[in-house]
C-alpha cells in the first residue's frame, strides 16, 4: 500500500518527493520577511511521522549542527514513513544568537501559545496547531543554557514507560529522569500523545564535534528502530541512569578553573575545580560531597556566590 498525501501549512505533501515549506509567522521591524524552512521527506511507504527539531532557543548551535549533519548524511530520506526536519526553530534568536525571542521570552515556556498573544506565543501556537498534530514521535535537540556545558543526554519522563525505551535505543552517555516544564514544548506535545525524546550536549555557541557524533548516532539508533531507514541499532554501553541529581554551587566569588573531566566519576572530596582571586591572594578547592558522576560544568571563567558549578548525580 502506498503512502498517502497530506496537506501541512497549506501545501499538499506527495508522497516520494522533498517537500520544503517555509513556516511565515511575522516580520523583523525593517518589513523583512523571516521565514522557518520545514523540511518534510514523505516516503511512498506507510510508517511513523518523525520531527527532528533544534534552535528552538536561537544560540543553541549544536542541535542546529546536528540535524544538518542527519540531512548531508541522507538519513532524513526515509524507507517508510516520514521524517520532518526543522533545523532552526527560533529564527529569529539564530540570526544574532541569542536564547530569546525579539520580545524578550522564551519560546520553550509559551506552549501551546495563543493566537493573539505575544509574538513567541503566536509562533509556539502556528507550531502547536499546524504541526504538531501531524507527527507521532518528536526529538527536540538543546544544550546548556549559558556557559554550562552538558554531557550527551536524553531527558525524559520517569513514568513514560515509551518515551524510556526509546531513550535507550538511542543509546546516548547519560539518561536523566526529567519531569515535563509547565507550558513546555515537551509538556505540550506529551498532552497530545507525542513520544518525545529531548537531547541536551554541549553548551551554547559553539558547534562541538563530539557532542553532534553523539546526536546523529543516536537519531540514527531511532529511526532504524522505528523502521524509517535500514541498519543495525548500534549499542556501546548501557547508558548512566540519572533518576535524582544536585547543583554544587560556588561558596565564594572568583576566578573559576575547572579540574575534571564532564562526564566522569568522581570520589567523595575529589578536587573539581579551584575558585580564585586575581592577585594571587586567594585560592579555594571545590570538593566533592558525594561520590558521583559529573554530567554538567559551568565552563564560566568568572562565577560568584551561589552559581551552579557542578550537575551531579545522587543515588539514594
Not at 529564527?91 to 505575544?118: A, H, K, V, W
Request: proline content about 5%; glycine content about 8%.
Amino acid at each position: 500500500m502506498l503512502n498517502k498525501p497530506f496537506t501541512i501549512l497549506g501545501k499538499e505533501i506527495i508522497a516520494g518527493k522533498r517537500t520544503v515549506i517555509d513556516l511565515k509567522v511575522a516580520k523583523l521591524h525593517t518589513r523583512t520577511t523571516v521565514n522557518v524552512p520545514v523540511i518534510i521527506e514523505h516516503s511512498q511507504n506507510p510508517g511513523p511521522v518523525v520531527l527532528l527539531l533544534a534552535g528552538i532557543h536561537g544560540d543553541e548551535t549544536n542541535g542546529v549542527g546536528i540535524i544538518r549533519e542527519i540531512i548531508d548524511l541522507k538519513m532524513n530520506k526515509p524507507k517508510n514513513g516520514t521524517i520532518i526536519c526543522i533545523p532552526v526553530f527560533n529564527i529569529f534568536g539564530y540570526l544574532i544568537q541569542t536564547r530569546e525571542f525579539p520580545d524578550g521570552r522564551d519560546l520553550n515556556r509559551m506552549f501551546p501559545g495563543t493566537q493573539n498573544g505575544s509574538l513567541a506565543s503566536q509562533f509556539a501556537y502556528q507550531f502547536s496547531e499546524k504541526i504538531a498534530p501531524f507527527v507521532d514521535y518528536v526529538i527536540d535537540f538543546h544544550t546548556g543554557g549559558g556557559k554550562r556545558d552538558n554531557v550527551a543526554q536524553i531527558r525524559c519522563n520517569k513514568n513514560d514507560e515509551k518515551g524510556l525505551e526509546l531513550a535507550k535505543i538511542f543509546n546516548p552517555p547519560m539518561i536523566m529522569y526529567s519531569n515535563n516544564i509547565v507550558k513546555s514544548l515537551r509538556e505540550t506535545l506529551h498532552k497530545m500523545g507525542k513520544t518525545v525524546l529531548l537531547f541536551e550536549g554541549g553548551k551554547s555557541n559553539e558547534l562541538n564535534p563530539t557532542i553532534i557524533n553523539e546526536g546523529v548516532n543516536g537519531t540514527r539508533n531511532v529511526l532504524i528502530h522505528l523502521g524509517l531507514i535500514d541498519g543495525e541499532v548500534l549499542v556501546r554501553e548501557r547508558p548512566i541512569i540519572v533518576k535524582n541529581s544536585k547543583w554544587l554551587r560556588a561558596s565564594d566569588s572568583g576566578m573559576f578553573k575547572v579540574s575534571i573531566r564532564n562526564g566522569s566519576f568522581v570520589k567523595k572530596r575529589e578536587v573539581l575545580g579551584v575558585i580564585q582571586d586575581p592577585f594571587g591572594e586567594f585560592k579555594k578547592k571545590v570538593l566533592a560531597p558525594f561520590d558521583s558522576y559529573v554530567f554538567c560544568i559551568n565552563k564560566a571563567p568568572i562565577v560568584n556566590k551561589g552559581d551552579a558549578l557542578f550537575h551531579l548525580k545522587v543515588e539514594k
